[in-house]
């Protein structure tokens, strides 16, 4: 290992296959975690989902410690498959992480980790994989089959649904 090497603490091959290259042509991390200039993501908390106690699935929150935006991870027990979405899924700045509740389902297939936006409407899948349009007002879903509620209020509780 050359001293620039052991000085700059990066494995040998790490070192020689960056040098000499510029800034585009360096690995860089997966957009969907770039947050900020410096992202510092760390494991925040949870918000547990219960029903009539019995923890069904979970919401894990993670987040940058330099700009605070939070990330989130629908967690449902006995679903091991994996996500569409590797890493943590992109949110736009005007939304926030919250988990929409329908009354029509049951089991874990009554809650669902969704983004929403102040107002406006979000498109929201059924288990028949029917598309339904859902109100939402001041960051809440507006509906009489289903209601929500903010991940960011309720990091490190459980919430009976």
Not at 86 to 95: L, Q, T
Request: glycine share 6%.
């Amino acid at each position: 290992m050359s001293e620039s090497d052991a000085a700059s603490g990066k494995p040998q091959s790490y070192t020689r296959k960056t040098l000499g290259k510029s800034d585009e042509e360096k690995p860089k991390a997966p957009e969907v975690y770039k947050c900020c200039d410096n992202p510092q993501i760390t494991y925040f908390g949870v918000v547990n989902l219960n029903i009539n106690e019995r923890t069904i699935g979970s919401v894990d929150v993670w987040r940058c410690g330099v700009c605070k935006k939070q990330f989130c991870e629908e967690k449902q027990l006995g679903i091991e498959e994996l996500t569409d979405v590797v890493g943590m899924p992109r949110i736009d700045s005007d939304a926030k992480w919250a988990v929409c509740v329908s009354k029509l389902q049951k089991g874990r297939d009554r809650w669902k980790l969704v983004k929403l936006k102040e107002n406006g409407e979000i498109k929201f899948e059924t288990v028949e994989e029917k598309i339904i349009s859902l109100k939402v007002e001041n960051f809440k879903i507006e509906d009489d089959q289903h209601w929500s509620f903010l991940i960011e209020e309720n990091v490190n509780k459980a919430i009976e649904i």
